[in-house]
């Protein structure tokens, strides 16, 4: 697959527009996740964490350079409302998954139990520490 | 609900985009704004009719019974 370089190229004094901010980030993700399925592949730690790192960087310092509002109170919302959905399919999913795997003998599932029970644990104290704030983001 | 947005907007010879622009928010929430499919919270309500020189009830525009609990 050929990629215009020329395009990538950013100076100091350039900013993005939201549409340039999509096609780069995209294009970052895009090259980030082929270095880390590669990482996992060949089982480099090193690899995937500094795909992963970079990626991460990346598209931070990207989304830095974009001149136009990103994310708005209606986008904020769509987000939360989804986060929230995972959060509802996706903890009691792996829990589940992981007592199934503890009741087989698979000692992997308890981590599966254990990473749900702290994302809930987290999921209580950030609600009471937002709910307890005078206003939201909006 | 249903919002005036789009009549104000016009009479002020004002793109989507530059309302977007004026009140800190996305153009495809106006869009949304316009089609009355998003509530908009009460700061950018009060942001947009401020905006229009008019009270927040002439432009958000809420039918009997739409506002009981």
Known sequence: MLINLSMLYISNTDMLSYRRFLILGGAVTFAGGAALGYGIATGSQMLVLLAFGTALVLVHLLRRRVDELVVDERLARAGEAASHRVLQLAVPAAALAGVLLVSAGRSEGMLLVLVSTAFMLLYAALFAWYSRRDSLAY | ?69
């Open chain 2, 1 to 69: 609900m249903r919002t005036r947005i789009r009549e104000f907007r016009e009479r002020y010879r004002l793109t989507q985009e530059e309302l977007a622009e004026l009140v800190g928010v996305r153009r495809e929430t106006v869009v949304f704004l316009e089609k009355g499919r998003y509530n908009p919270s009460l700061r950018l309500a009060c942001r947009i009719a401020r905006l229009f020189g008019v009270p927040v009830e002439e432009v958000f525009i809420f039918e009997e019974g739409e506002l009981r609990g």
